[in-house]
C-alpha cells in the first residue's frame, strides 16, 4: 500500500523524535537565553582603573586565569609589579531592569601591608557584559572595603573609616581610628543607577564598626 506525501512527512516526524532528532519548530530552536551569570569572571579581561596600573605593558587592560594575576618581583624578590585576584563575585537587579547585574570585587596584593580592592559593576547587554562602573577603595582603615552587594535594588558600599565616601579622599585624616587594622567606624552609602551612571541615592551613614578589624565581609 503507497501512502500519501502527507502521511510520509508525518511519518518520518514521529521516527525522528523519537531518535532524538531536533524539531524543526523556530520555538524549539531557539537557544536557552544567557544572562550576567554565565561569564566566567575568572578568567576574564578587565579594564584597569585609575589606582590600578599593570606595568611592564602598555595595554590598558589585565586578564585574570584561574582568578588570579600573580605579582611580578624583581632581582631581589621585591614586588615590582602588583598581584589580583578575584574576591568574589555577587549578583542582583541593581539597574531597575529586572535582569541582574555582576559585582565584582578583586583584591590587590601590593607586596606590602596595604589591602586595597577593585569593585567592577557589570550588566549584561544582548550578547556580551558590559562595563557600568568601576572603581577603587582605599587600604584597610582608610576607606578600605567591608562590603558591596545589591540591596532593594540599590547598589550598597561600605567603606571603613568615618565618612569615607567614593569620589573624596579615602585617605584623610581620621582620628577615630586605632590604627590602619582597626577602624572604629564604618560609612554606608547606597547608589541608584540614573541611567548612565550610580549617583548617591541618600545621605551616607557612619556607624559603629562592630568587629574592630578591616575585613571584608562576603554576604
Not at 579615602?170 to 543607577?193: I, Q, V
Request: aromatic share 10%.
Amino acid at each position: 500500500m503507497l501512502l500519501s506525501p502527507s502521511k510520509v512527512f508525518a511519518c518520518l516526524t514521529v521516527v525522528s523524535i523519537a531518535l532524538g532528532a531536533t524539531p524543526t519548530s523556530s520555538a524549539l530552536q531557539s537557544a536557552p537565553k544567557k544572562s550576567i551569570r554565565s561569564v566566567d569572571f575568572r578568567n576574564f579581561s578587565y579594564p584597569e582603573t585609575e589606582g590600578l596600573h599593570i606595568p611592564h605593558t602598555r595595554k590598558r587592560s589585565f586578564k585574570l586565569k584561574d582568578g588570579k594575576l600573580p605579582e611580578t618581583r624583581d632581582k631581589q624578590g621585591f614586588v615590582d609589579g602588583m598581584g589580583v585576584y578575584l574576591s568574589r563575585v555577587s549578583y542582583g537587579d541593581i539597574t531597575g531592569d529586572h535582569q541582574e547585574e555582576a559585582i565584582v570585587v578583586l583584591s590587590i596584593h601590593t607586596g606590602g601591608s596595604a589591602m586595597p580592592n577593585c569593585v567592577y559593576v557589570y550588566a549584561w547587554d544582548q550578547r556580551r557584559p558590559k562595563l557600568l562602573w568601576a572603581f577603587d577603595t582605599g587600604d584597610r582603615a582608610d576607606g578600605g572595603l567591608r562590603r558591596v552587594r545589591a540591596e532593594n535594588g540599590y547598589l550598597l558600599v561600605e567603606l571603613y573609616g568615618n565618612r569615607r565616601i567614593l569620589g573624596k579622599d579615602l585617605y584623610a585624616e581620621d582620628k577615630t581610628n586605632r590604627g590602619a587594622c582597626c577602624p572604629t567606624f564604618f560609612t554606608r552609602a547606597r547608589y541608584k543607577w540614573t541611567g548612565n551612571a550610580f549617583r548617591l541615592a541618600s545621605k551616607p551613614k557612619v556607624l559603629p564598626n562592630p568587629t574592630q578589624n578591616a575585613s571584608l565581609i562576603k554576604d
